[in-house]
């Protein structure tokens, strides 16, 4: 392949073209773009550079979909509008590796660039995508170093005029790894246009999507889309992944209201048979033969027609229609107005507490906050809410989260949990943010860093916060006065949207000690309350800085669970279990009184609040349904709608008297001799 590159004659202006088309034969020509938006000062100041005497070289560093090669073609098209006859034109050293022997890449690479810098009539721009990348290439050798070496050769003695660009990682590398490289360039740095600015621009192709998906889409669809991007798409920049999820809606759209139909499928199939039979056909000189199958497939045509005038109308795209694609692709629940959100906050402390038992003061706290900053009435550098929860172990904290990121966020998996146990050293700071240079996954994000990149809406649990190294609370401070994360690459993530939860049980037992066992009880006065509030208040002064304290919303106090609260939990689980029960035998289970009091009984004498429920739920009745579902137990035959647990002689009990009358839905019948145990 060298060969081709060998022919290339520097010196004489005769062969300018021969070389421009040597050149083009590794690359194409970029077409300039009068729709550029935004981005006027990089155009003119790329313009300005390129017409230096020496040093006529940019690098553009931006993340991807920031704009980098349109931007180019701003250039071009200024270029154009002054009447210039330079070239612009981008090098496929990707096909060149692909295609090239060992030996050739180094000639090759020096006959494009001399090539480039030896057209004076024409001159031409040479532009490297993902520089970065080309710097690193040692795929043959020392072809890397030669690519290097090449450059700053056709830089330095035959001032090549080169625009090459880069995203924030590989300017990252080169900095570190090629500064005699970067020295050479002018840099300039594309920020990420703003949502308005985003919205302007999808406006400008707006024309364009709905000639594509021949439909018609709602005014504020610009607006939706943008505001959603910048909602739930925290892995990418404007303007690209606006346009990105705005295609991504309309293809969606389509496909929703032109679905497959069998006879275009059939059509389809046909023809293509037609087709091989037309190719077939000539192969043999078979003239009728191809006039019969041309007018069958003039046939298909007509039949094609009639199907997309049928299948195919305009689509009268609707908000509704919007709303729904992007829940689909964004994978949230959405609201259409600002009074479903009114009516959502409203509703949120009743739907809480159907889930959350007995806390009712902890619930009311926490949503009159986020209530607060659901509506904006905060500053806009905040996460959506500093908290920190205090209790004893088993009364609900951890559950409470986890109803917070389904109701707000619309999935228990937008919890991303993290154990402080597994943080009690100060080098544990790297599991957060990510490794230092010179560490074992440096360039590896940490486990805060990714999960709120990759989910910027969560609620972030910091599960037993005590149990930390110290360091990890002064980490946290930027998160939460800031509303942001810097990881150890210098990279931002936004926590705008995030909500911050710690529990803790620091202080705890110094107040069991008061008065009830289980935290602070709701039955005792307000002064003893008061009193083991301020015992937890000193305890967290001793733990914590005033600067973490200080940035707390506020401290909600987990009361201790009555009997009546570990009734109603022990009732909640059980219907929770005899969902997946009944799905299983077509019967519910249900508890006698007596069982009821032997339950909670334990639960109290184990003294870890609601956690024991579960347990004992699996362990005594679940298991023994699980024996007779295999055993194939007469008491699941039976057309009663459920079984009674019952206690006799200190063991739980199932009655499964077949010769018993259905007493529809009496919640004591008669325990009869045949009986199974719940062991």
Not at 94 to 99: A, F, G, H, V
Not at 225 to 247: G, M, S
Not at 545 to 560: A, K, M, V
Not at 650 to 662: H, K, P, S, Y
Request: hydrophobic content about 35%; overall charge negative.
């Amino acid at each position: 392949m060298g060969k081709i590159y060998n022919d290339i004659e520097q010196n004489s202006e005769d062969n300018v073209e021969k070389n421009l088309e040597k050149i083009l034969s590794v690359g194409g020509l970029i077409e300039g773009w009068n729709g550029v938006r935004f981005r006027d000062d990089e155009i003119n100041r790329i313009y300005n550079i390129m017409d230096k005497v020496d040093f006529r070289t940019v690098l553009l560093v931006g993340d991807y979909g920031s704009g980098k090669r349109t931007v180019i073609e701003g250039y071009v098209n200024k270029l154009n509008k002054n009447a210039r006859v330079d070239k612009v034109i981008e090098i496929d050293f990707n096909s060149i590796l692909q295609k090239a022997r060992s030996s050739d890449f180094a000639q090759i690479i020096e006959d494009v660039f001399n090539a480039a810098c030896h057209t004076e009539d024409t001159p031409i721009t040479v532009v490297l995508h993902s520089l970065g990348h080309l710097l690193n290439l040692n795929c043959f050798g020392n072809a890397g170093f030669s690519f290097v070496n090449n450059l700053v050769k056709a830089i330095e003695e035959d001032n090549l005029k080169i625009i090459a660009t880069a995203t924030t990682d590989e300017f990252k590398d080169i900095e570190n790894m090629f500064r005699r490289v970067l020295d050479y360039f002018t840099v300039i740095k594309l920020n990420e246009l703003t949502k308005e600015e985003s919205a302007t621009i999808l406006e400008d192709t707006l024309e364009f999507y709905c000639g594509c998906y021949d439909m018609t889409l709602p005014k504020n669809v610009c607006e939706v889309i943008c505001n959603n991007a910048e909602k739930y798409i925290k892995d990418r920049v404007f303007p690209w992944k606006a346009e990105n999820l705005l295609e991504e809606v309309c293809s969606s759209i389509s496909n929703k209201y032109r679905p497959a139909d069998e006879r275009l499928i059939k059509l389809t199939e046909s023809t293509k048979v037609l087709k091989e039979q037309l190719n077939e056909a000539l192969q043999n000189n078979d003239y009728n033969k191809c006039e019969e199958i041309n007018k069958k497939l003039g046939e298909n045509f007509e039949a094609y027609k009639k199907l997309g005038e049928e299948f195919f109308p305009t689509i009268d795209v609707t908000e509704e229609d919007i709303l729904e694609a992007l829940g689909n692709i964004l994978d949230v629940q959405m609201t259409k107005l600002d009074e479903d959100k009114t009516k959502f906050l409203r509703e949120m402390p009743g739907e809480i507490k159907k889930y959350v038992i007995g806390q009712d003061s902890a619930v009311d706290t926490i949503v009159k906050n986020i209530r607060r900053n659901q509506l904006g009435l905060r500053k806009t550098s905040h996460s959506a809410g500093n908290f920190m929860f205090i209790g004893s172990t088993g009364v609900g904290k951890t559950y409470l989260a986890k109803r917070l990121a389904k109701y707000l966020y619309g999935s228990e998996e937008n919890l991303l949990r993290l154990d402080m146990s597994e943080f009690q050293a100060e080098i544990d700071v790297s599991k957060l943010l990510g490794s230092a240079p010179g560490y074992v996954g440096y360039k590896e994000s940490g486990l805060l860093v990714k999960g709120l990149a990759k989910k910027g809406e969560t609620v972030v649990l910091f599960d037993e916060i005590e149990k930390a190294h110290p360091k990890i609370y002064d980490v946290l401070l930027q998160l939460l006065d800031e509303g942001f994360v810097t990881g150890s690459d210098g990279k931002k993530v936004d926590a705008t949207k995030a909500l911050i939860i710690f529990t803790s049980n620091i202080g705890v037992k110094e107040a069991q000690s008061m008065a009830s066992p289980l935290g602070f009880s709701s039955n005792v006065n307000e002064k003893k309350n008061a009193k083991k509030e301020e015992i937890i208040r000193k305890a967290l002064k001793k733990r914590f800085s005033p600067e973490f304290l200080n940035r707390l919303d506020n401290i909600c106090y987990f009361n201790s669970l009555s009997r009546d609260t570990l009734k109603s939990i022990l009732q909640k689980e059980l219907n929770e279990s005899n969902v997946n029960i009944k799905a299983i035998t077509g019967k519910v289970i249900k508890l006698s009184p007596e069982v009821e009091d032997w339950i909670l009984d334990k639960v109290e004498k184990e003294d870890n609040g609601a956690r024991p429920i579960i347990r004992i739920i699996q362990q005594y009745i679940e298991e023994t349904i699980s024996d007779m579902v295999i055993n194939d137990h007469p008491a699941l035959k039976l057309k009663r709608k459920y079984l009674v647990a019952k206690l006799v002689d200190d063991n739980i009990v199932v009655d499964d008297d077949e010769n018993r009358q259905d007493t529809g839905d009496s919640d004591t019948p008669e325990v009869k001799k045949s009986t199974i145990i719940l062991k």
